[in-house]
């Protein structure tokens, strides 16, 4: 059995014990494919090249001939029983690629915070972490596999990150001078660089409701870590009012179910009531639940996350009202106090499409609002040519007023009324009514600059 294998065994004892464990899951195998950037391990005739500036202890478990290798200034091979080198000429293997030497990658790549990196007890098909809780906890013990090559980068939260014991090339470390002092050794330093100070020595967590895991100063840099090949951004949810729950980095499509709790609550009893009652029916396939003890406004509660898929589909929100009837009802014996939901909203590209609808319908009205101005301009200009129709300036007009004559005509399409006085809202009072005088319109032509007169 390999080391991971025996590492997976040891997870599963530790779970059949209650124990709370995270499997580091990189590597720096000479034959992990993803090591190279070629993403293929070497084959004969290979040149081979390792950066020089990086530390790094890279296992080699296989035989290899190679053309050339360029070693890094500070690092070690190891041959583990019956791995060896040997010599080939260059392209002895013509199917093995282009002939451009096979490039190490960077073994600083790998950093403690990124969720993606750990593994933790094998869960029940139905249930997952939020981002928070995929990383060691506190009250965790970590596991790197026995005799394996890794490398781990301790930050870039220059703030200590403490966990139960650490387990790393056969050897176990519950105090923390001992884990220093590996730590500074060149065992160590081969394998965990950076800002970052580790610690050991935490309490295994003891209460039945559960333990909070994480804190809020080192979540922005677990996100970091996680969405760092994303660009930093978080992919958009597909829903309209995504939910965030506590710990998690992402927005999702789903509802998010807050008990309060008192002494009798049992976190694992519920967590296996939420799984056989309700997440393996037939009716609530496709969702995920996460449960877990959070602080929310310096008070403990449970925090019930259902992650829909596929999102939108409303069958989170479903869930999470039985889940309300049930603390309801059963509140009383597993040690509910209340309870309360929230739930993302419609999918996403239903109101994407009602928005493409709104636009073509705003865009029609335009048009067609352009035609009949251009309609109308187009029939003044031609009764003003006919001699029909003419307009006044502006200085003509108050001549004709002043001689008592009228100024336009009353156009059915344009019956508006007309203030002499328009009154002053902040002044008008209840008694006071406005002036209005209705006995004749006019409009004023945008297409022109004067007033028209018939």
């Known amino acids: 059995m390999n080391a991971l294998g025996q590492a997976l065994l040891w997870l599963q004892l530790c779970a059949l014990a209650r124990a709370a464990y995270k499997l580091w899951l990189p590597n720096t195998y000479f ?8 993403n293929r391990t070497p084959c004969a005739g290979d040149a081979l090249q390792f950066p020089a500036d990086k530390m790094v202890s890279v296992l080699v478990r296989d035989t290899y001939a190679i053309s050339d290798m360029l070693l890094p200034l500070d690092g070690e091979l190891v041959l583990a029983p019956g791995a060896a080198f040997s010599a080939a000429e260059v392209g002895s293997d013509p199917a093995c690629g282009s002939g451009d030497p096979l490039l190490f990658r960077n073994p600083d790549r790998f950093s403690w915070l990124d969720p ?3 593994s933790s007890a094998a869960q029940d098909d139905g249930l997952f972490s939020v981002d928070a809780e995929r990383v060691p906890c506190g009250y965790d013990d970590v596991l790197f596999p026995r005799d394996a090559s890794f490398r781990v980068a301790l930050g870039p939260d220059p703030g200590a990150v403490r966990v139960r014991s650490v387990s790393a090339v056969g050897q176990t470390f519950t105090r923390d001078e001992d884990l220093a ?4 050794s060149r065992e160590g330093r081969l394998r965990f660089h950076g800002p970052g100070a580790l610690g050991v020595g935490s309490q295994a967590c003891t209460d039945a409701s559960g333990c909070v895991c994480g804190s809020p100063e080192t979540l922005p840099w677990i996100c970091a870590s996680l969405l760092q090949p994303l660009g930093g951004r978080c992919p958009q949810a597909p829903c309209r009012d995504p939910v965030l729950p506590q710990g998690h980095c992402c927005h999702l499509c789903g509802a998010i179910v807050s008990l309060t709790h008192d002494a009798t609550f049992n976190l694992e009893r519920y967590r296996a009531r939420l799984l056989d009652l309700f997440l393996k ?3 609530h396939q496709g969702l995920r639940a996460a449960v877990s003890k959070v602080l929310r406004e310096a008070r403990a509660e449970i925090q019930v996350v259902l992650a829909e898929t596929p999102p939108g589909s409303g069958a989170a929100g479903r869930l999470g009202h039985a889940l309300l009837q049930d603390a309801l009802a059963q509140g009383d014996a597993l040690g509910i106090l209340s309870a309360s939901l929230r739930r993302s909203g419609e999918p996403a590209h239903g109101g994407a499409a009602l928005g ?3 636009s073509g319908a705003w865009l029609a009205g335009g048009v067609a609002l352009l035609v009949l101005l251009a309609l109308l301009g187009t ?3 031609l009764l003003h040519r006919s001699g029909r129709l003419r307009w006044r300036r502006h200085a003509e007009a108050e001549a004709a007023a002043s ?5 336009g005509f009353r156009n059915p399409l344009f019956d508006v009324m007309v203030f002499k006085q328009q009154p002053s809202v902040e002044h008008l009072g209840s008694d006071q009514k406005a002036d209005v005088d209705t006995s004749f319109s006019y409009f004023v032509n945008p297409l022109f600059a004067g007033e028209a007169e018939a």
Do not use: I, K, M, Y
């Open 356 to 358: 493409q609808e709104g």
């Open 379 to 381: 029939l003044l200009l």
């Open 31 to 38: 034959d992990t494919a993803s090591n190279w950037n070629q």
């Open 116 to 118: 993606r990196l750990w």
């Open 281 to 283: 029916q037939p009716q």
């Open 403 to 407: 001689a008592g004559l009228p100024l």
């Open 181 to 184: 002092a590996f730590l500074a």
